[in-house]
């Protein structure tokens, strides 16, 4: 059964002691702050929630993706002719052809790299006239806006990263022998007490 925003609205109630009929917390309250904490997980690792999306091109052979698109990840086809697109090393296209960049404009392109420097940045060939649009996989930034919108569930080798912005201001320690434990590691079952992590 997929998550949705009232299971987490529900158990932070639980811990804010709000989970009775006259609720101090009000849905849109809550809900702005679950994206925010969203927003945040999203500057940590910005593939947490990849999706298949149309890509439109602007004129010329850098492109730059919109929002709410914060990751460029695959181009699979251009969209109108569906003419598939290769992702191929533009480093050798340019030793071939130095003045690829010039090529004449087209509506579809034939090859892409993203650019490692930047996660919102791709090469297009050839160099597209304005009018290309590309379908293919992005990671966005996940937005909900009602408790029954789908809440976004990080890869599990994903959430200590999640986890650390969750609880990167507090401080969660071994009862027994007051051992710092980092924030999203497993406790193997011990007593640990939490509070607020000291000012630096």
């Not at 009232?6 to 702050?33: C, F, K, Y």
């Not at 919102?120 to 990671?139: A, E, I, R, S, Y």
């Not at 201001?169 to 009862?175: K, T």
Request: proline share 9%; charged share 15%; with cysteine.
């Amino acid at each position: 059964m997929a998550l949705v925003v009232s299971d987490i609205l529900n158990s932070v109630r639980d811990e804010l002691l709000d989970a009775g009929v006259q609720q101090t917390w009000t849905d849109p309250t809550l809900i702005r702050w679950l994206n925010d904490i969203l927003a945040a997980a999203v500057t940590l690792k910005r593939d947490i929630a990849p999706a298949i999306v149309p890509i439109p091109l602007a004129t010329g052979s850098v492109q730059l993706l919109q929002a709410p698109n914060v990751q460029f990840m695959a181009a699979y086809f251009n969209t109108a002719s569906g003419v598939a697109i290769n992702h191929s090393g533009l480093v050798l296209l340019g030793r071939y052809n130095p003045t690829w960049r010039a090529t004449a404009p087209t509506t579809d392109v034939t090859d892409v790299q993203a650019d490692e420097r930047s996660p919102l940045v791709f090469h297009c060939f050839p160099p597209n006239n304005g009018t290309g649009n590309l379908t293919g996989l992005c990671g966005t930034l996940p937005v909900v806006t009602v408790v029954t919108s789908p809440i976004v569930v990080p890869h599990r080798q994903d959430a200590g990263a999640v986890a650390d912005v969750r609880g990167a201001d507090h401080r969660c320690e071994d009862g027994a022998e007051g051992n710092h434990v980092r924030p999203g590691r497993p406790h193997r079952g011990r007593r640990l007490t939490c509070r607020p992590a000291p000012s630096p």
